[in-house]
């Protein structure tokens, strides 16, 4: 089974231009989370979509950070214009749900990651 | 107050040693409860649930703890292997994990 795919997987810019993720979840995980994740911090959590709906955007820094799962699948993350503190990689994670809505295993199948730096 | 916090570390022990930690939680209405492990520059991969009852998968032993909010991670006979950081998550409510900060073990010969 093919895991989830993000790329790129390194990206160097300078502040204020532009950047966009992409994540492709395992197939058939209804919930997609995009996770900023700073050096010596935990994952924090950007956005969480179930199928191609919002589920939580209240950490996402909507001024500067967009989001869409147009079709339910894949995924962009985006952010214009960046600034020198969104240095950090960008995990995408996808899970599996139940009918019932909420996750039963609570396991989150991560991408490698899109290591950001901006200058 | 954080809503998961953990000790960072780094908590060295030698191989073959027992290290244990702990994570605490604010949120009491959490619902699940779970170890993950991230190696340097990688993508953290779940490393075992924390059941109310304790459970145990080979070296790793996980405890909950509901009353006092807290759950912790037991590392029994560490192999140099086991050197990475310790996230603990928890699932606030309709698929909503928290991850804490990370508590780094580093196991030396």
């Known amino acids: 089974e093919a895991g989830v795919a993000q790329s790129p997987r390194y990206k160097i810019i300078e502040k204020r231009q532009s950047v966009a993720f992409w994540c492709n979840p395992i197939?058939?995980?209804?919930?997609l989370y995009w996770y900023q994740q700073i050096l010596g911090q935990g994952p924090k959590l950007l956005i969480q979509?179930?199928?191609?709906?919002?589920?939580?955007d209240s950490q996402l820094p909507k001024d500067r950070f967009s989001a869409e799962r147009l079709k339910g699948v894949d995924s962009t993350l985006k952010i214009q214009p960046a600034k020198l503190e969104d240095s950090a990689v960008y995990l995408c994670?996808?899970?599996?749900?139940?009918?019932?809505?909420?996750?039963?295993?609570?396991?989150?199948?991560f991408g490698e990651g899109s290591r950001l730096t901006v200058l | 107050r954080k809503e998961v916090e953990q000790d960072p570390g780094p908590f060295n022990v030698p191989e073959g040693a027992t290290v244990a930690f702990n994570c605490t939680y604010s949120?009491?209405?959490?619902?699940?409860f779970f170890w993950y492990r991230q190696d340097c520059r990688k993508e953290p991969k779940l490393l075992m649930s924390?059941?109310?009852s304790g459970n145990e998968d080979g070296r790793f032993t996980a405890q909950l703890n509901r009353a006092s909010q807290y759950i912790s991670l037991l590392i029994r006979d560490s192999k140099l292997s086991d050197s990475a950081t310790y996230l603990c998550?928890?699932?606030?409510?309709?698929?909503?994990?928290?991850f804490g900060a990370g508590t780094q073990v580093v196991v030396t010969p």
């Open positions: 994670a996808s899970s599996s749900r139940t009918s019932g809505g909420a996750t039963v295993t609570g396991e989150l199948f």
């Open positions: 998550v928890v699932n606030m409510s309709w698929g909503k994990f928290q």
């Open positions: 197939s058939g995980h209804a919930t």
């Open positions: 924390v059941y109310s």
């Open positions: 949120n009491s209405a959490s619902q699940s």
């Open positions: 979509f179930q199928n191609n709906g919002v589920v939580d």
